[in-house]
């Protein structure tokens, strides 16, 4: 596996590794890598020639500084990870190198963009959009490897694909969850052990739902899950949105689509958990 933090290095050893019309996957990553992102990876070895994974905190899609400020930073682990996993090129650039310039590009990418985390994290999904872009222009994948437990940012980054016409397939991964159900985050770590106790009870209430959902209908099977978290002293739901799978616009009853999720965040004590769940 070859560490490379310049972006001009990163070209030339991908255009070098890519000769003869080998696929090049890549896996763009904040770091402090887990088994959700190992998902992304060993999917991505298997399908492609070539593996790339950028492990880069951006600064630009973090709309609340002590959220960057207290991130974890596990570098040296990562890259033993990467190593690990049979990784042929680990992209880990300063912020320097990716932007030695200010990155000035506003993207308008229209209502799916705009609901849900568009609307309570003013400006991320733009410095989303500003990395992968550069990601995606630098390394020139065939393919591209996300995670579902973003369910929006996917939903995203297909529609930046869309409208600058980069020439490449969206792999969408199934979220990876510890044990007890909760989604593994990066951020878990920053959960206090009470919190952590109680915050599986995001997805059980999620599970139980669509049980729920069977007899009542979409305001108030909304209504449940939000009252059911809320009832925990250590919980508060930020936003939960049943919605259009492809959309992610609001429905109002169950009959309105055939692509149904529910896509919730939860403030864990002062941890912001996502997570989401099919419908249908
Ligand atoms: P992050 O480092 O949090 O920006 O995540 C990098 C990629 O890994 C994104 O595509 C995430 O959706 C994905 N990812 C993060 N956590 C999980 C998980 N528990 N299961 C599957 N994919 C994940």
Same mark, same amino acid.
């Given at each position: 596996m070859r560490i490379i933090s310049s972006v001009e290095q990163l070209k030339q050893a991908v255009g070098v590794a890519r000769a003869g019309g080998r696929t090049v996957g890549l896996v763009p990553t904040m770091g402090a890598l887990h088994e959700g992102h190992k998902s992304l990876v060993d999917r991505a070895r298997r399908e492609c020639d070539v593996v790339v994974v950028s492990v880069f905190l951006n600064p630009?899609?973090?709309?609340?500084a002590d959220d960057l400020r207290t991130y974890p930073r596990t570098a040296e682990a990562d890259a033993a990870m990467l190593e690990a996993c049979d990784v042929d090129i680990a992209f880990m650039p300063t912020v320097d190198d990716i932007y030695p310039e200010p990155d000035t590009r506003v993207f308008h990418l229209g209502p799916v963009a705009e609901v849900m985390e568009g609307a309570m994290r003013p400006g991320h999904f733009n410095g989303v959009c500003q990395i992968v872009s550069k990601l995606f222009a630098m390394v020139e994948p065939d393919r591209a490897y996300f995670g579902e437990k973003d369910y929006q940012q996917i939903a995203v980054i297909r529609a930046m694909v869309k409208q600058l016409g980069f020439n490449l397939e969206i792999v969408p991964c199934p979220c990876v969850r510890e044990a007890d159900g909760l989604a593994k985050s *990066?951020?878990?770590?920053?959960?206090?052990p009470v919190v952590r106790k109680v915050a599986p009870a995001i997805y059980r209430t999620l599970k139980e739902s669509l049980r729920f959902a069977e007899g009542h209908s979409l305001e108030q099977t909304h209504d449940w899950v939000v009252a059911t978290l809320n009832a925990y002293p250590e919980m508060e739901v930020e936003y939960f949105s049943i919605c259009?799978?492809?959309?992610l616009q609001p429905l109002d *009853?169950?009959?309105?689509?055939d692509n149904i999720v529910g896509c919730i965040t939860v403030y864990c004590g002062d941890v912001r958990e996502i997570d989401n769940i099919r419908y249908k």
């Open positions: 630009t899609q973090f709309n609340n *990066s951020r878990n770590v920053r959960l206090t259009d799978g492809i959309t *009853s169950w009959d309105q689509s």
